[in-house]
């Protein structure tokens, strides 16, 4: 699917200089897939170390055949890095804590980073098991204005 990433729940202005020290950070969420080297590339994300993975088991994601049109949530697949699971209509609140299996825009984990949502659909469709189509929100705004 493409390289997995950890962000870490730690902001700070000065230099990590041990990277060592961030094994006692927690995550700020759990792995999510996305395209690292583009943005290594271009400066706009810095490698500042790197750690041995040791003990590495796949995390689990969730994924949905959803309906484009409607925002309904179809059959709920669960990914555990080697094939899918069928899970049914409805997460239960523990599967609901998983990512959502998508290879995430580096945009989108910045966006992730900075407000601690998920971008569209996603949050929606594994917390209210649907979401508001685009184009159906679009259609209510201009009806506000």
Known sequence: MGPLILVFNLITERQIDDIQKLINVKPLFPPVITGVNAMTRTGNWKVIGKLPVENFT???????????????????????????????????????????????????????????????PYGDLIVKNEFEPRKQKMQKESQLS
């Open 58 to 120: 796949y995390p689990n994601f969730i994924r949905n055949l959803y309906d484009e049109k409607t925002g309904k949530a179809g059959i709920w697949l669960l990914w555990d890095g080697e094939k899918n699971i069928r899970i049914g209509r409805k997460l239960s609140d523990k599967q609901k804590k998983l990512e959502y299996l998508v290879v995430w825009s580096p945009q989108d984990v910045v966006y992730r980073i900075e407000t601690g949502t998920y971008p569209f």
